[in-house]
């Protein structure tokens, strides 16, 4: 029965359980969550793409009921990246249509740089927040990663969600769907603090802006799509950017949208997602005219 929920315990490379899920049949989507979700946080995706897709989530290290390494080594973009490859592994599948949002986008990006042609395609939704080209923005965003890190480990998470889901790039879900905000809400509060806390060491603080990354991006073969809020200012320029350099990447921007796109504009969200994975399933998804070197300005180069 395709709407039968399998839940199953996967054992990454470096021997970390993690927790998953699996609901229909079909060719196969991982989803992976942002720092402020988890696997429900895909509900309304699962719901949607399960009609015709395998649809996995699952819940990253240090979100129980996965397991939590209680040191901040064992957190990293990479090993997020190879966490996606695992769980793959894991379930027996050579490869996936993989969909990030946020954290998630990021480790689905890194996922197509560490393990190229595991990828069926990547949609990556607010990725690379903290990207930035001035070095005084890029070490405040790391320093206020460790300054929440430090909040969480002193006072839980609940602390710090009444300041991190009030930021400018939340408050669109708030105005949008009160009700959906507040479910939000609950389960971030109510989440564990120490995996949170070590992701924000160990991810959000130490990783390498794509922006200083282009070779890597440009080396990207799987389709590519990135999608945006115009309202999520810490992920618009970056955004721009990597559609210039990932050479089979389409760009999708949802205005009057922040940060947790899939939760704010599910409809929306599913009916890009659902027509970019159909769009690479029948061989209609090329090259970008840009990278191509195929550029002009008004009339074609001859």
Known sequence: MSGTTKRAFVTTSDGVKLYTETTGSGD?????HEFAGHHLSWEAQVRY????????????????????P????????????DDVADVLAGLGLAKAHVVGLSMGATAALEFAIRHPGKG????????????????????RFRREAV???????RDGIAALGEAYLAGPARRQLL??????????????????????????RGVQATRVPFFEREGELRAIKEPVLIIC?????????????????????????????????????????????????????KGRWPENVSTAGQAFAMLPKT
């Open 49 to 68: 793409f399960s009609r015709r897709y395998t649809c996995i989530t699952y819940q990253a290290r240090g979100w129980p009921p996965s397991d939590v």
């Open 28 to 32: 196969p989507i991982v989803f992976v």
């Open 229 to 281: 809020g115009d309202e999520d200012d810490a992920t618009l320029d970056v955004s721009v950017f990597m559609k210039r350099v990932i050479p089979r990447s389409g760009l999708m921007v949802f205005p009057k949208t922040g940060h947790g796109i899939n939760l704010e504009e599910p409809a929306g969200f599913n009916q890009v997602v659902g027509d970019f994975i159909h769009a690479v399933e």
């Open 147 to 153: 300054e929440m890190a430090e909040l969480i480990e």
């Open 120 to 139: 069926l395609s990547i949609a990556a939704a607010g990725a690379g927040t903290g990207a930035t080209r001035d070095a005084a923005t890029l070490a």
């Open 70 to 81: 209680g040191d901040a080594s064992r957190y990293s973009q990479a090993r997020a990246a």
């Open 175 to 200: 105005a949008k769907d009160p009700r959906g905000y507040a479910e939000f809400k609950r389960q971030f509060i109510e989440g564990a603090s120490t995996g949170r806390a070590l992701t924000m």
